[in-house]
């Protein structure tokens, strides 16, 4: 019997979905040489990690930008850098992804003329800009503006792309970073749902799309989801997602051909779910990950980005990087996987799941909507405090050992790996030269060009602001006058304005059922009562401009809940802000929570503003993804203690709090 014959095969294999590394580090020209090897290794399109001051529209020699250059991703302050960045890279054969979301029309800006030079047909560069502003507001942090004003970015450059650049996806709806901030399978659909309604209604509403053209415009619209380690409810989410896509598209927007209104959507398995303990079994997750988005025909992703099993260390070497990419290629040309259609259909376990996710999805997108709206349940708050009390649950199971973590709350017990044994170096390690090198490079950038060219983009940038035209336009004209990425930024903030999003601590769930909890709370009460003051004031600070904000928040919820009156005024704080926060609030304690690796230059800024308003006796303490020997180099700095992801018990931290406290003030 021929084997391609067997019962359920497929007469030709589905094709592989796109694979990728998400990549970029130190400069233009180092990621350039990345993205060419990891091409060459058979990935087949490109997903650019762009650093934080290019997240948040700040150039290198922005004083937010300070120990935060090229860290978490390429800088990109102006064409010259995107020039640099995809040197010798055909933009019009391959296929681009940007996680840029603020600036994405910036970013789009100067990708789209790096093409035009390059001689590239914008009609067939396909890629996409993530350009999801909500989520931003929710969890990861980099947003710029107010929610209405982004959203008109948002849609400027939909309507922008569905003309000149037709098989670009101008918008990735991101729940990714959602199930990061806590949300249960049924709040990230839900929200996620909520965002892209905001975003078409914006579309539909801003004049500049013709109705009968909304059709191709949900045609282009994609999604970017968090795929976690149950990967059959992973499963059944992504078939819920799409069922509702449909029905959405179809009811609200009155596309009527079902090509268009298919759910397309690309994914990255969940990084923060991977552990800094025992980190070789971050593998095993990363595989049954990937199979959440894979093993699903009818509900597969079409593009697939893998962690490195060493993210919760540090950055990924391009060796970890290609054994990702080695397990997107042994499964999709190894395996059958791709032979067979839908291995779920006619499963009355998967229907009844996906009948669940649907059903509690649409309660929650009933329920923003009822609000007015995505943009307004993100100011009222709404959404950012469901997702801080889902994560507080689900902190809480993983403390109790409910939820098992391997390697972390059991079977800790293990042999010495020697993928981090003594002597190896277990992540890349970023110049602090980098920094230094792109603040000359940017101001030479902007000695050289013409100044009266650049003032007239920035002029017609602010008027056109002003306004209700498409941006897109005036933002070519900056970028073909040499304007720079914290110039735009800054135009388009004086029109406007900043904006500081809800922190989702008032009303958030603490750690109900915790039984040692009891005994911290009469620490504290009984610190308080021997220095004499009401309660015990504990100032948790953000500085630069990570964003990653769910350890904070976890923090100040349980030490609020054990007692503390907790400061917390959000991300992206200058060091002089949070000293003047903590000599003003006269707290006991400065913890600082810095995710992004900026912590050697961010923490002892800190340190000497403190001893500078004579408060070098406040005791500061520090969390985040920080290295054995920057640890040391701390506490040698001043810091008393030093937390990472391995210590998780979050009423072991504020315990230990207290102690930092008492010995601080010389109390037995």
Same mark, same amino acid.
């Given at each position: 019997?021929?084997?391609?014959?067997?019962?359920?095969?497929? +007469?030709?294999?589905?094709?592989?979905?796109?694979?990728?590394?998400?990549?970029?580090?130190?400069? @233009?020209?180092?990621?350039?040489?990345?993205?060419?090897?990891?091409?060459?290794?058979?990935?087949?399109?490109?997903?650019?990690?762009?650093?934080?001051?290019?997240?948040?529209?700040?150039?290198?020699?922005?004083?937010?930008?300070?120990?935060?250059?090229?860290? %978490?991703?390429?800088?990109?302050?102006?064409?010259?850098?995107?020039?640099?960045?995809?040197?010798?890279?055909?933009?019009?054969?391959?296929?681009?992804?940007?996680?840029?979301?603020?600036?994405?029309?910036?970013?789009?800006?100067?990708?789209?003329? %790096?093409?035009?030079?390059?001689?590239? &047909?914008?009609?067939?560069?396909?890629?996409?800009?993530?350009?999801?502003?909500?989520?931003?507001?929710?969890?990861?942090?980099?947003?710029?503006?107010?929610?209405?004003?982004?959203?008109?970015?948002?849609?400027?450059?939909?309507?922008?792309?569905?003309?000149?650049?037709?098989?670009?996806?101008?918008?990735?709806?991101?729940?990714?970073?959602?199930?990061?901030?806590?949300?249960?399978?049924?709040?990230?659909?839900?929200?996620?749902?909520?965002?892209?309604?905001?975003?078409?209604?914006?579309?539909?509403?801003?004049?500049?799309?013709?109705?009968?053209?909304?059709?191709?415009?949900?045609?282009?619209?994609?999604?970017?989801?968090?795929?976690?380690?149950?990967?059959?409810?992973? #499963?059944?989410?992504?078939?819920?997602?799409?069922?509702?896509?449909?029905?959405?598209?179809?009811?609200?927007?009155?596309?009527?051909?079902?090509?268009?209104?298919?759910?397309?959507?690309?994914?990255?398995?969940?990084?923060?779910?991977?552990?800094?303990?025992?980190?070789?079994?971050? *593998?095993?997750? #990363?595989?049954?990950?990937?199979?959440? %988005?894979?093993?699903?025909?009818?509900?597969?992703?079409?593009?697939?980005?893998? +962690?490195?099993?060493?993210?919760?260390?540090?950055?990924?070497?391009?060796? &970890?990087?290609?054994?990702?990419?080695?397990?997107?290629?042994?499964?999709?040309?190894?395996?059958?996987?791709?032979?067979?259609? &839908?291995?779920?259909?006619?499963?009355?376990?998967?229907?009844?799941?996906?009948?669940?996710?649907?059903?509690?999805?649409?309660?929650?997108?009933?329920?923003?909507?009822?609000?007015?709206?995505?943009?307004?349940?993100?100011?009222?708050?709404?959404?950012?405090?469901?997702?801080?009390?889902?994560?507080?649950?689900?902190?809480?199971?993983?403390?109790?050992?409910?939820?098992?973590?391997?390697?972390?709350?059991?079977?800790?017990?293990?042999?010495?790996?020697?993928?981090?044994?003594?002597?190896?170096?277990?992540?890349?390690?970023?110049?602090?030269? =980098?920094?230094?090198?792109?603040?000359?490079?940017?101001?030479?950038?902007?000695?050289?060009?013409?100044?009266?060219?650049? &003032?007239?983009?920035?002029?017609?940038?602010?008027?056109?602001?002003? !306004?209700?035209?498409?941006?897109?336009?005036?933002?070519?004209?900056?970028?073909?006058?040499? =304007? !720079?990425?914290?110039?735009?930024?800054?135009?388009?903030?004086?029109?406007?304005?900043?904006?500081?999003?809800?922190?989702?601590?008032?009303?958030?769930?603490?750690?109900?059922?915790?039984?040692?909890?009891?005994?911290?709370?009469?620490?504290?009460?009984?610190?308080?009562?021997?220095?004499?003051?009401?309660?015990?004031?504990?100032?948790?600070?953000?500085?630069?401009?990570?964003?990653?904000?769910?350890?904070?928040?976890? *923090?100040?919820?349980?030490?609020?809940?054990?007692?503390?009156?907790?400061?917390?005024?959000?991300?992206?704080?200058?060091?002089?802000?949070?000293?003047?926060?903590?000599?003003?609030?006269?707290?006991?304690?400065?913890?600082?929570?810095?995710?992004?690796?900026?912590?050697?230059?961010?923490?002892? @800024?800190?340190?000497?503003?403190?001893?500078?308003?004579?408060?070098?006796?406040?005791?500061?303490?520090?969390?985040?993804?920080?290295?054995?020997?920057?640890?040391?180099?701390?506490?040698?700095?001043? %810091?008393?203690?030093?937390?990472?992801?391995?210590?998780?018990?979050?009423?072991?931290?504020?315990?230990?709090?207290?102690?930092?406290?008492?010995?601080?003030?010389?109390?037995?």
């Amino acid at each position: 019997m021929d084997e391609k014959a067997l019962p359920g095969r497929l +007469p030709e294999r589905d094709r592989p979905w796109v694979m990728r590394t998400y990549a970029g580090h130190s400069s @233009a020209e180092a990621s350039n040489a990345l993205f060419r090897r990891n091409l060459a290794k058979g990935q087949t399109g490109l997903s650019v990690a762009f650093d934080l001051p290019t997240q948040t529209g700040y150039d290198p020699d922005h004083e937010l930008a300070a120990g935060e250059v090229g860290r %978490v991703g390429v800088p990109v302050a102006h064409l010259g850098d995107m020039r640099a960045l995809f040197d010798g890279i055909p933009l019009a054969d391959g296929n681009t992804s940007m996680t840029i979301n603020a600036p994405a029309m910036w970013l789009l800006g100067l990708y789209r003329t %790096v093409a035009v030079e390059q001689g590239a &047909d914008l009609t067939r560069c396909a890629g996409t800009t993530q350009n999801d502003i909500i989520k931003e507001y929710l969890s990861r942090g980099t947003y710029i503006f107010p929610p209405a004003a982004s959203l008109r970015l948002t849609a400027d450059v939909v309507a922008y792309t569905l003309g000149e650049m037709p098989r670009w996806n101008p918008v990735n709806i991101c729940s990714y970073h959602l199930q990061e901030a806590g949300a249960t399978p049924v709040q990230e659909v839900g929200f996620a749902l909520a965002t892209a309604v905001a975003v078409l209604d914006a579309v539909r509403d801003c004049g500049q799309v013709p109705a009968e053209r909304m059709g191709d415009v949900v045609a282009r619209i994609s999604f970017f989801v968090n795929a976690g380690v149950r990967f059959v409810e992973e #499963i059944a989410k992504m078939r819920a997602f799409g069922l509702l896509w449909d029905e959405i598209t179809r009811d609200r927007y009155g596309v009527v051909d079902p090509k268009q209104r298919r759910f397309r959507y690309g994914v990255q398995v969940n990084s923060l779910g991977l552990t800094e303990a025992q980190p070789e079994n971050n *593998i095993p997750r #990363i595989v049954l990950e990937m199979l959440g %988005v894979t093993f699903s025909r009818d509900a597969r992703a079409r593009a697939v980005q893998l +962690p490195a099993w060493n993210e919760a260390l540090g950055l990924p070497r391009p060796w &970890d990087q290609q054994w990702s990419l080695r397990m997107q290629q042994v499964l999709a040309y190894e395996s059958d996987l791709l032979e067979y259609p &839908d291995l779920f259909a006619g499963s009355h376990v998967m229907t009844g799941l996906v009948d669940g996710i649907v059903a509690g999805a649409r309660v929650e997108l009933a329920t923003v909507l009822d609000m007015g709206g995505v943009v307004a349940a993100v100011e009222t708050g709404y959404l950012k405090s469901a997702l801080v009390a889902s994560l507080a649950e689900r902190r809480r199971r993983m403390e109790s050992g409910a939820d098992v973590v391997v390697g972390v709350n059991r079977f800790t017990e293990t042999e010495p790996s020697p993928l981090t044994a003594a002597g190896a170096q277990a992540v890349e390690q970023v110049d602090p030269a =980098v920094e230094a090198t792109a603040t000359a490079a940017v101001r030479r950038w902007r000695a050289a060009r013409d100044a009266v060219a650049v &003032d007239a983009a920035l002029a017609r940038l602010r008027a056109d602001a002003a !306004t209700t035209v498409n941006l897109m336009p005036a933002t070519l004209d900056c970028v073909r006058a040499g =304007v !720079t990425t914290g110039e735009w930024a800054g135009a388009l903030r004086q029109v406007f304005g900043e904006y500081r999003a809800p922190t989702g601590l008032t009303g958030a769930a603490g750690a109900g059922g915790d039984a040692t909890l009891a005994a911290v709370r009469q620490r504290v009460a009984r610190t308080a009562e021997e220095l004499g003051s009401g309660r015990l004031r504990l100032l948790v600070g953000k500085p630069g401009l990570d964003g990653h904000s769910n350890g904070a928040e976890q *923090i100040a919820v349980r030490a609020r809940d054990a007692g503390f009156e907790v400061v917390y005024q959000g991300i992206r704080l200058t060091a002089g802000q949070i000293v003047a926060a903590a000599v003003e609030e006269d707290v006991d304690l400065v913890g600082l929570s810095v995710l992004s690796g900026s912590h050697l230059a961010a923490v002892p @800024a800190v340190l000497d503003g403190l001893r500078a308003a004579g408060r070098g006796d406040l005791p500061v303490v520090v969390g985040g993804i920080i290295p054995t020997g920057d640890a040391d180099a701390l506490r040698a700095a001043g %810091v008393a203690r030093v937390f990472t992801p391995k210590d998780f018990v979050l009423t072991g931290i504020i315990d230990d709090l207290v102690t930092v406290i008492r010995d601080a003030n010389g109390l037995a």
